[in-house]
């Protein structure tokens, strides 16, 4: 069974900081991982999808990288700002579903 | 092109009733998965359906909860006789093809229901 941990569950940054968020699996076999963020009482909205044969993907300020065979994604966050004051979750795609992190809560100072 | 679309967005339910949950897929998708977020919980899979099959519903409770993707019309969340516990977030998301395969899911905005 696939678990999903992300690290840390929460953390307050001041803006401009660089945030990085960790996200860790126990199967590797996996198609691909996402990252989304979720902002409180709503939907998800997807960031970034790295498939599994893929190192990185990069949208704008975030960057998302995978190391498939140590069961690892970070989702880097350049110069944060308010704005991005949200959850952020991680999911990795088995078979016929999406396994979910319990999501890094995210709070920017401004 | 419309997104992924569930009504209602909030749902009030009494205890012992039941609740029905309607997902409408993205146009061109065949493939229906539905997630549950329970308060402090992260997203946990309920069940994934093709178009008058269901896949795999190794995640849903075994009584009270059922699903269907009928032919014609959105794909259907049932929870009967709901209890307080039901009281989460369900959301429904859909793909062009489903398994083993590559493809993204896209998830729509949500049913919140409550049980009083």
């Known amino acids: 069974k696939q678990e999903v941990t992300q690290i840390p569950a929460a953390l307050s940054v001041p803006e401009g900081e660089n945030l990085v968020l960790n996200c860790s699996f126990t199967?590797?076999?996996?198609?691909?991982l996402q990252w989304f963020r979720q902002d409180p009482g709503k939907g998800l909205t997807s960031l970034l999808l790295?498939?599994?044969?893929?190192r990185e993907q990069t949208s704008g300020r975030l960057n998302a990288s995978l190391d498939k065979s140590s069961g690892r994604s970070t989702l880097y966050i350049a110069a944060s700002q308010p704005g991005d004051s949200a959850t952020y979750l991680c999911?990795?795609?088995?078979?016929?579903?999406?396994?979910f992190g319990k999501g890094n809560q995210v709070v920017v100072i401004p | 092109n419309a997104g992924v679309m569930q009504n209602p967005r909030h749902l009030v339910r009494r205890r012992g009733q039941e609740a029905r949950l309607r997902c409408s897929p993205m146009?061109?998708?065949?493939?229906v998965y539905w997630y549950r977020q329970l308060p402090e919980e992260g997203l946990k899979f309920m069940v994934y359906?093709?178009?008058?099959?269901?896949?795999?519903e190794s995640g849903m409770p075994k009584e009270r909860f059922s699903a269907e993707f009928p032919k014609e019309g959105p794909s259907i969340l049932r929870i009967q006789q709901v209890v307080r516990g039901d009281s989460a977030a369900y959301f429904c998301?859909?793909?062009?093809?489903?398994?083993?395969?590559?493809?993204?899911?896209?998830f729509g905005p949500g049913t919140r229901l409550t049980v009083t």
């Open positions: 359906l093709q178009k008058e099959n269901i896949i795999d």
């Open positions: 146009k061109g998708h065949s493939h």
């Open positions: 998301a859909s793909s062009p093809i489903g398994q083993g395969v590559i493809y993204e899911q896209y």
């Open positions: 999911a990795v795609k088995g078979n016929n579903r999406l396994a």
């Open positions: 199967d590797s076999a996996i198609y691909n």
């Open positions: 790295i498939q599994s044969s893929q």
